[in-house]
């Protein structure tokens, strides 16, 4: 088959014959690295190219900046702890865990501060959630844009949790009865502050101090964030500090002057907290073009704030024609799920889209039909359709469908 | 959870001094406001001093830095400048934020009377206080955003509703697709000789 | 309340003041590293501890030896890729992935070579699977040997893996109708080599790529490994080169002289794949002492290479009286499962057990039931019920009850 | 699973010749032997000269190395010594292995009528084959191993059914508990200065 000339053609393009059979290559015959020489483990050096990325352009200092996943080098659902993307606005807070202080305090009958060793003493939960940021593929709306879904939707990453719920240790305070709000803050150099309901606190929030077992990365808030499952990113505070109960919000720079979506006419939503159902194909993808004629798994992720992912669809035709995708792993609440479409390619252009649905029976829409209501000023809360075209070379490209 | 909250006797009670160093933020109402104040002469001195190198001498941003005046009826139009004039509800949006964050990089080094100070002089940047205003507790109430009214609650269970629609096309859904715009005719990707280009020979 | 202070003087004592409310911490103050400066990021230096170990008087040589996951140090039931414990024969191995390749012969129609690309192309799963060596717990036998549950239990990984169905590569080649046994073989400097019946391979068997998102480490095997669900690790052959299809096994070294346990009489069972269930409290335990009197939260990991976990109780008193512990999180099949269990801690001394019990009706027996039938020259497969002895100072020893 | 496999089309035929140069496994029935042959002498020479540095003159180890002779009449006792003579099922188990993995560090390096004669020497040294012997494929089914009856298959099923017991005891369920063994005292434990020695003050 064409499919299997080209397949052979890459692999072997770079490859070395005297380490392919019948010789015997040349690992095979000598010791590597005894354990105990790397306490603990790196990638292989041959995937040094599977790195977070930056936009060098978007911001006027990397220490107010975003990094992306590489989510076209990845597959499957969790996104391992080095290449979560980065968004900072100080820059990363390195903070020494015995001088790490949480304080509880406003509405409640006793403040209180906890040292890290005092949160790690009390009841845990282990949960895998997304975090996507509200301006993941913010920088879509006018156009097709960025060439990479490690660019327009790498602000997301997928890890198991590990941490106290926020309501017991709002029960540790204990609440007056008027209190309705929280003011959550971190202890990085820009003091990150958003209000959070407390109907929220009081459902899901977990007060984390691990990712996929080992504790938080620096980049992830080490040693202590506040999870917030299927809601916006930026109130996922990390290097969490302080939390205030009050009854009212605060109307925080982080919830006015950003993370608010501005419509057409000129007058903006506010605390719009829940990530919309959305999706996106990672392979291929502009930055892995298609390898080879022949059999094709279209793979991707896709993802609710509101509950559970309950079907994915692919087109292979800008939209005209869906097929249902197949789902595997696991799926749990707000968190990503992985899906496959399999085809045969033979050099057709092809405009892939997938589309996700949840269990609360909403359809991510397509670009055109979110700007019919939100316009295109909006920058956050971009959940449409992405179209990738794939050329009859098997590049492919962000591309904007009408 | 346990219908009755368990006490597991771990954490320390904050002293009232503890969370006085800690209680920095401040709410539209006033709440939480520092003891202090400062006009928008002195406030001049700090922000030309502390401030305009990035945010520009009339708040109209140097370089890629964030702009803090002007912009006004930009909201509605094609290129909204979003600033304390033409955005912020509330002047607690901003001075909360300056007194935790600002200067980028030597957060929390103002006084309060020079926080007051700098909050007055670009609320004047902004056309919003008279030259002679001094920002106090007491006049805080003074201050009336222009956009204090831009903002409404997260409505999209309403005004999206139609994206519940369990049941979406599957077959000849729309029209055959033409494609109406090019990443790489923009080309503002960052370069990544990573990625091979020709995925078929 | 004694646990209140005990745990603040842990947390005080070695903090500085000039971090702690009132004062405003220094990192609080100024700007950390920005994004991009760590494209592939790492712990925080504060963690430089949680780290793989060796025993070093094992073995002869580091290169085939093998280091330990500091289990003690983690929770949830994800371990973080740098994490996962250490087992070559022939050190770790490297392999450009352009040179990889996978031969599968024998008694198949058409003998076939596979590049790592087109492995990739392939229909794929994603599964979360526990991986423990059939030598966990090994030097235990005759009696507590080692201090820490890195040293007795950290033989054991749980991590998710991306990659193709056996089966569905078998039937790429076409099997022979007397194919019954696999040969898989390594591409390491041991050609490490096992006999793996078909109907396992036929079942849930994987030719994995990933783990937790990214590329296998090479210390798990990269670009490649096999991934056998439920049975004993060094079945899981790591930079696997190559599958020949035959009809009966092949009696290698490593399932004759090694994973063959040696019973009192002095005949050895062969051929013993799956890991009866166990389980082991990771907190407290040697490595983690009790950091204060008070709520105490007992924490361990249990698992079955049978099947789901469904129960595991806790006993304080060695095994006298049990309780029911807290399962949390995701529990799947031959996939680690973590447990809680709670209790006031005020320096009585605790004989602390945990017992597994999976979907079969299999409950973990104690090491001396196991000695009773095995003998202690086993080696392989000591699943007995592990003590830790809680000492009124909060330190925790490995000890044997009788 | 689809019911009727698919093709996918993907992989390339493997020629014998590339086959060839990977096939090096050998089986019990001595299916998989190369051509070749080597005498107990000539193997004396080969592991003297590649093997004695670790596993001694006569097998018997040096240093912490694998032991490969002696061990006769142990399997049954405290201290069970698993050799080629003493434990080995099949000559298969360990001229495979020395074919892929020997000399440690430098696999892959012996000829075959090496590997054949140093197989040879093993034997003898565990007094299986006389001084004479030359192996080859076809005195290969004369090596009859001593532990050859010594291995049965997984019956934990069986042997140890009183373990699927779905409903163990929960309360009193043995006498008061002794502990009758210390790890601290034995001592083995690598030392570790990042953990905390008394946990409570
Ligand atoms: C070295 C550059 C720099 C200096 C000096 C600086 N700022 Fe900023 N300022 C920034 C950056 C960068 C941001 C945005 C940070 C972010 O979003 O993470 C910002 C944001 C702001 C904002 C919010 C703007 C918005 O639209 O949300 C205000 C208000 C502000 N600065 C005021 C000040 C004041 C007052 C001073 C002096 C006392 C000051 N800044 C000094 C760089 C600077
Ligand atoms: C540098 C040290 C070294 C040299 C030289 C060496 N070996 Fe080994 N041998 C080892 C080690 C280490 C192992 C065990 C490796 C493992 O288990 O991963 C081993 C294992 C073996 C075993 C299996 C033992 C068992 O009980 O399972 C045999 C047989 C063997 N070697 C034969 C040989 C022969 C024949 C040679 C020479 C041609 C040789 N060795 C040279 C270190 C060496
Ligand atoms: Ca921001
Ligand atoms: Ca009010
Ligand atoms: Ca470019
Ligand atoms: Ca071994
Ligand atoms: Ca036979
Ligand atoms: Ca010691
Ligand atoms: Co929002
Ligand atoms: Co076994």
């Known amino acids: 088959a064409a499919g299997l000339a080209a397949a052979g053609v890459v692999g072997r393009a770079r490859a070395n014959d005297a380490n392919l059979p019948p010789n015997v290559a040349s690992w095979s015959k000598t010791l590597g690295d005894g354990v105990g020489?790397?306490?603990?483990?790196?990638?292989?050096?041959?995937?040094?190219?599977?790195?977070?990325?930056?936009?060098?352009?978007?911001?006027?200092?990397?220490?107010?900046?975003?990094?992306?996943?590489?989510?076209?080098?990845?597959?499957?659902?969790?996104?391992?702890?080095?290449?979560?993307?980065?968004?900072?606005?100080?820059?990363?807070?390195?903070?020494?865990?015995?001088?790490?202080?949480?304080?509880?305090?406003?509405?409640?009958?006793?403040?209180?501060?906890?040292?890290?060793?005092?949160l790690k003493r009390l009841p845990r939960v282990n949960r895998i959630y997304f975090l996507e940021c509200a301006a993941n593929s913010g920088m879509e709306w006018r156009g097709a844009q960025l060439n990479g879904c490690q660019y327009t939707h790498?602000?997301?990453?997928?890890?198991?949790?590990?941490?106290?719920?926020?309501?017991?240790?709002?029960?540790?305070?204990?609440?007056?009865?008027?209190?309705?709000?929280?003011h959550v803050e971190g202890g990085d150099s820009s003091g990150m502050n958003r209000s959070l309901p407390l109907h929220?606190?009081?459902?899901?929030?977990?007060?984390?101090?691990?990712?996929?077992?080992?504790?938080?990365?620096?980049?992830?808030?080490?040693?202590?964030?506040?999870?917030?499952?299927?809601?916006?990113?930026?109130?996922?505070?990390?290097?969490?500090?302080?939390?205030?109960?009050?009854?009212?919000?605060?109307?925080?720079?982080?919830?006015?002057?950003?993370?608010?979506?501005?419509?057409?006419?000129?007058?903006?939503?506010?605390?719009?907290?829940?990530?919309?159902?959305?999706?996106?194909?990672?392979?291929?993808?502009?930055?892995?073009?298609?390898?080879?004629?022949?059999?094709?798994?279209?793979?991707?992720?896709?993802?609710?704030?509101?509950?559970?992912?309950?079907?994915?669809?692919?087109s292979l035709d800008g939209g005209r024609n869906w097929r249902t995708a197949k789902i595997d792993g696991p799926v749990l609440d707000k968190s990503c799920v992985r899906f496959y479409a399999e085809t045969e390619w033979n050099g057709q252009e092809l405009l892939l889209q997938s589309r996700a649905m949840d269990d609360t029976g909403y359809v991510q829409p397509t670009k055109d039909d979110l700007r019919k209501i939100r316009g295109v000023n909006s920058i956050y809360h971009n959940n449409g359709i992405q179209t990738w075209a794939v050329k009859p070379n098997g590049e492919v490209e962000n591309v904007e469908v009408g | 959870q346990s219908p009755k909250p368990q006490n597991y006797g771990i954490g320390t009670q904050a002293t009232p001094e503890q969370i006085a160093g800690w209680d920095i933020d401040v709410r539209p109402d006033g709440v939480g406001l520092p003891p202090g104040k400062g006009s928008v002469k002195d406030g001049e001195k700090v922000y030309l001093e502390r401030c305009a190198a990035c945010h520009g001498e009339f708040g109209e941003s140097a370089g890629r830095w964030p702009q803090l005046a002007q912009g006004k009826g930009t909201l509605a139009t094609h290129d909204p400048v979003k600033t304390v004039g033409s955005y912020f509800p509330y002047a607690a949006s901003f001075f909360d934020y300056i007194r935790r964050a600002m200067p980028f990089g030597d957060a929390q080094s103002l006084s309060n009377n020079e926080i007051y100070a700098v909050t007055a002089f670009i609320l004047n940047l902004n056309d919003i206080v008279d030259d002679n205003f001094v920002l106090s507790k007491e006049t805080w109430s003074k201050v009336k955003m222009p956009n204090e009214g831009g903002f409404f609650d997260d409505d999209r269970k309403v005004a999206e509703k139609a994206f519940w629609n369990s049941k979406p096309c599957m077959k000849d859904c729309r029209p055959p697709v033409k494609i109406t715009g090019h990443a790489s005719v923009i080309d503002v990707t960052p370069d990544d000789k990573s990625i091979r280009k020709g995925g078929v020979e």
Chains 1, 3 share one sequence.
């Not at chain 1, 702890?81 to 015995?98: A, K, M, S, V």
């Not at chain 1, 602000?155 to 929280?182: D, F, R, S």
């Not at chain 1, 506040?226 to 939390?243: A, D, Q, T």
């Not at chain 1, 704030?305 to 079907?311: F, I």
Request: charged share 25%; with cysteine; hydrophobic share 35%.
């Open chain 1, 37 to 118: 020489v790397r306490p603990y483990g790196k990638p292989s050096p041959f995937e040094k190219d599977v790195v977070r990325r930056d936009v060098q352009w978007l911001t006027a200092s990397r220490e107010s900046s975003v990094s992306f996943t590489p989510l076209h080098d990845l597959d499957g659902i969790i996104t391992p702890n080095g290449l979560c993307f980065e968004r900072h606005h100080g820059g990363i807070t390195e903070i020494d865990p015995h001088d790490y202080r949480l304080m509880l305090h406003g509405l409640v009958d006793k403040p209180l501060i906890f040292t890290l060793e005092d």
């Open chain 1, 154 to 182: 790498g602000m997301i990453h997928c890890v198991m949790y590990t941490g106290v719920p926020l309501k017991l240790l709002l029960e540790q305070a204990g609440l007056k009865t008027n209190a309705k709000w929280l």
């Open chain 1, 200 to 314: 929220k606190a009081l459902d899901d929030c977990m007060i984390a101090y691990r990712q996929n077992g080992e504790m938080l990365r620096p980049e992830q808030g080490y040693p202590v964030r506040l999870v917030v499952p299927g809601w916006e990113g930026n109130i996922w505070i990390k290097w969490l500090r302080r939390i205030k109960v009050g009854d009212e919000p605060w109307y925080t720079r982080e919830e006015t002057s950003k993370y608010t979506d501005l419509l057409e006419n000129g007058k903006a939503r506010k605390f719009t907290f829940e990530m919309d159902a959305k999706s996106v194909i990672t392979s291929p993808s502009p930055q892995v073009p298609v390898k080879g004629k022949g059999f094709l798994v279209i793979s991707g992720l896709a993802w609710s704030g509101r509950g559970k992912v309950t079907r994915v669809d692919v």
